[in-house]
Each structure stands twice: as C-alpha cells, then as structure tokens.
C-alpha cells in the first residue's frame, strides 16, 4: 500500500493534480473538501455545521473531518493506496491520520508539497468562482481568509511531516501536465 498526502494552499491544484494521479497510480481519492461539499449538498447535520465555516473560509472542527476520514478508511478496506487531498489540515489532524493508518498496518509514504505564490492563488480562484458555484470562491475577502487560516494552522502539517523526512516541495506553477510530471517523478522513485 502506498499513501500520499498531496499538500498546499488554496488554489495550488491539488483537486487538479489528484484526479490525473487516482487515473494513474489507482489510489482512492480522499478529499476532505468534496466530502464535506457532498454533506452539504445532502443537508445532514454534519454538512450543515460544516457549511458555517466553510462560508467564512475557516477551518471545519478537527473531530468532524477526523471521523470523516476515519469512516471512509474503514468503507475502502481493498485500496491500494490513498490520496489525501486537504487533508491533514492540522497537526492534531496529522497524528490521528498517522494512529489510523497505524491500525491498518501502514503509513504515509510522501507527502508531495505544491508551492504557489498567493497572488498566483488568488487569482486562479477568482477565476474559478466565475463558474464554479464554490461559496467560498466568489469574493476576495474569503479567499485570503482561507489563504491566512492556511498560513496559520495548516503549514505546521509540512513542519510534522519534515520531522519524519517525507516532505517534498513541487513548484506548483506552470502547465498541469509540468506539474504532474514532477509529482509522477517523485511517487515513480519511490514505488521503485
Ligand atoms: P478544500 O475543498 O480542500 O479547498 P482548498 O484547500 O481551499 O483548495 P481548493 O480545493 O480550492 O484548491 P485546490 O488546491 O484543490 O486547487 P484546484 O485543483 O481546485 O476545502 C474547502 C473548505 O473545506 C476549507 O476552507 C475548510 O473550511 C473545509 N475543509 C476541508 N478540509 C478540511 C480539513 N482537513 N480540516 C478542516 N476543514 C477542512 O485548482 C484551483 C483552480 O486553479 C482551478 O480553477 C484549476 O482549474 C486552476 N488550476 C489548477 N492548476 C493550475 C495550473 N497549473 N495553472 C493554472 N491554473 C490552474
Ligand atoms: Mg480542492
């Protein structure tokens, strides 16, 4: 089993990059963000906490998006593999990533960090509000605010997994295909 965490600010492409890396390497795409956008979409309670916080660009209490993560381990018991995208966005979310998949006999093999500077964000994701429907991409206000609570509570998570020599940096800028074609570099060395 081989697990990845493809980190990074708001806007740096992890959605992008995650759906060309499931399409080659078969891994089970775990996105904090689209499952929390699907409890919305379905009005469960759980959606209708969430969307208070995402509204405003902050970050959703650590046990909900914990327990998210820990049902959707159990509920893929065949996977070769995960690919966290948004997720762990806390250091307390980053040890009880590693305790569940301790329980699971394995761990995190790279944690791929995409780099993109905040005027490079803020405009992709203007630019995605035109069309995306995203509440939390249609004003300027809440995009830096999710770009701070980033700086704030979500670089510490590069700084954990530092400490165990698995963090990568990736230049998250330039065409998709360039982008993937780094991040395809670094998993092949380490599947080889
Ligand atoms: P989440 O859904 O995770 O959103 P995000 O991290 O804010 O980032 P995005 O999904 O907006 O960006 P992305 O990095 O996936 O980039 P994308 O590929 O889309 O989280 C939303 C909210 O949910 C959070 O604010 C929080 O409230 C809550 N939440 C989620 N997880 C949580 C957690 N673990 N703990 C607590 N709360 C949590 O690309 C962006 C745009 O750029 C697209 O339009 C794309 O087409 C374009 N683009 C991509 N690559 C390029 C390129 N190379 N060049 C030009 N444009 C590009
Ligand atoms: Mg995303």
């Known amino acids: 089993m081989f697990n990845i965490i493809l980190f990074g600010p708001p806007g740096s492409g992890k959605g992008t990059q995650s759906e060309k890396l499931i399409a080659t390497y078969g891994l089970k795409h775990l996105s904090t963000g689209d499952l929390l ?9 759980l959606g209708l906490e969430a ?11 650590d046990e909900v998006v914990i327990g ?21 966005r806390t250091e307390a979310q980053s040890v009880a990533l590693d305790k569940l998949l301790k329980l699971k006999n394995t ?12 005027e490079e964000l803020v405009k992709r994701l203007l630019n995605r509000g035109i069309t ?3 509440s ?3 004003n300027e206000t809440v995009i830096r605010a999710r770009i701070t609570e980033y700086q704030q509570k979500t670089t510490v998570v590069a ?3 530092a400490g165990f020599d698995k963090v990568v940096h990736i230049k998250g800028e330039g ?8 991040l395809r570099s670094e998993i092949d060395q380490r599947l080889s």
């Not at 956008?37 to 309670?45: G, K, L, N, V």
């Not at 969307?51 to 209490?61: A, C, E, I, N, R």
């Open 37 to 45: 956008r699907s409890e919305i979409a379905a009005q469960t309670p």
């Open 51 to 61: 969307k208070s916080f995402m509204d405003k660009g902050q970050l959703v209490p």
């Open 68 to 88: 998210m993560i820990s049902s959707a381990l159990d509920q893929n018991p065949l996977a070769k593999g995960f690919l966290f995208d948004g997720f762990p």
């Open 107 to 118: 761990e995190i093999g790279v944690v791929l960090a995409l780099d993109v500077s905040e």
């Open 132 to 134: 995306s429907g995203r």
């Open 136 to 138: 939390d991409d249609t």
């Open 159 to 161: 700084n954990y997994y």
């Open 175 to 182: 065409t998709v295909d360039e982008i993937f074609t780094s």
